[in-house]
């Protein structure tokens, strides 16, 4: 089922500002991202490694590394696997476009050289002025190429023929160069579920306050929770349902953190009637007269 996000800046209350001028919530994402970031990087390696990825055994591995929960391991897989599976379409469908341009100039070469090839077969004969077919490529001058037509076909051939094979070079290249994910920088990633209370065990807003579960490896810093008031995600159409699955994405964005959304919308109300009951239409083209 298709899915919204809803985006905003984190807000910084006044009262939870600390001497550094941010707040304990902020405080927390800075801590967190770096480690979330290495145990993303371990993951994509292992997912582009061609082993046996088994979630639950991976999951285990996280939480005993990083001296984090379940969940957060959860929302590190999902995340990682996210970036691998779309860094693959992304380089399935590069090759693809590259394919389709190698397959067009191949074609057009293939047209332009038959194309001279019957011009000089044409020149070639001793009585080609008295022929009636004429040829189906004359030689004529052009104003705009400076230059015979003869010559600007065979200037485009060549000039094509270095294309196809800088792109055939490409594509090889690109069938045995290894896939590769970008990781950023300041990424915070919690997956939510419709069985848990808030959408999301981890991270839970109640329309006004958001509230993390802070990893073991954070407790001795921030305690067992950090919350913050961000407010409402102002939409002049809200969707955001209040119940169901909540997934939460942080990042940064020009030196600033921005909260993120993801849930299935409500479903939008009809507005019109059904169209069995008819329906009435005006032409607002230019020049009609719409008589009443």
């Known amino acids: 089922m298709a899915t919204l ?3 905003k800046g984190l807000p ?25 970031r290495t145990a993303s990087i371990e993951t994509v390696n292992h997912l582009l490694s061609n082993t046996e990825f088994k979630k639950s055994d991976w999951n285990t591995h996280l939480q005993q590394t990083y001296g984090i929960n379940k969940r957060h391991a959860n929302g590190i897989i999902s995340w990682a696997k996210g970036r691998v599976d779309g860094a693959k379409e992304n380089r399935t469908l590069h090759r693809k476009t590259l394919e389709v341009k190698i397959k ?12 001279l090839a019957l ?33 600007n076909l065979r200037f485009q051939i060549h000039n094509k023929k ?21 990781i950023p920088h300041g990424d915070i990633f919690v997956v939510g579920s419709k069985d848990e209370s808030f959408g999301n065990q981890v991270c839970q807003w109640d329309g006004n306050k958001i509230t993390f579960r802070v990893p073991k490896c954070l407790e001795s810093r ?16 809200n969707r955001l349902p209040e119940s169901g699955a909540k997934t939460w994405h942080f990042y940064r964005k020009n030196g600033k953190w921005v909260v993120a959304v993801q849930f299935t919308p409500n479903p939008v109300q009809q507005v019109s009637i059904e169209r069995m009951y008819g329906c009435i239409g005006i032409d607002m083209n230019p020049g009609v007269r719409i008589v009443g």
């Open 12 to 36: 910084t209350p006044v009262s939870e500002l600390n001497e550094l001028g941010k707040t304990t919530f902020e405080m927390f994402l800075e801590a967190y991202a770096p480690i979330f």
């Open 162 to 182: 270095r294309k196809l094979a800088l792109l055939t070079h490409k594509l090889k290249h690109l069938r045995l160069k290894p896939v590769k994910v970008f």
């Open 222 to 237: 921030f305690g067992k929770n950090v919350s913050s008031e961000i407010g409402d995600f102002n939409r002049s159409i």
């Open 5 to 7: 996000t809803y985006c």
């Open 104 to 115: 067009s100039i191949s074609a057009w070469l293939k047209k332009a050289e038959r194309k």
């Open 119 to 151: 011009a000089r077969k044409f020149y070639a004969k001793k009585k080609w002025v008295n022929s009636k077919t004429g040829c189906n490529f004359p030689i004529a001058c052009s104003l705009k190429y400076k230059s015979t037509n003869w010559q």
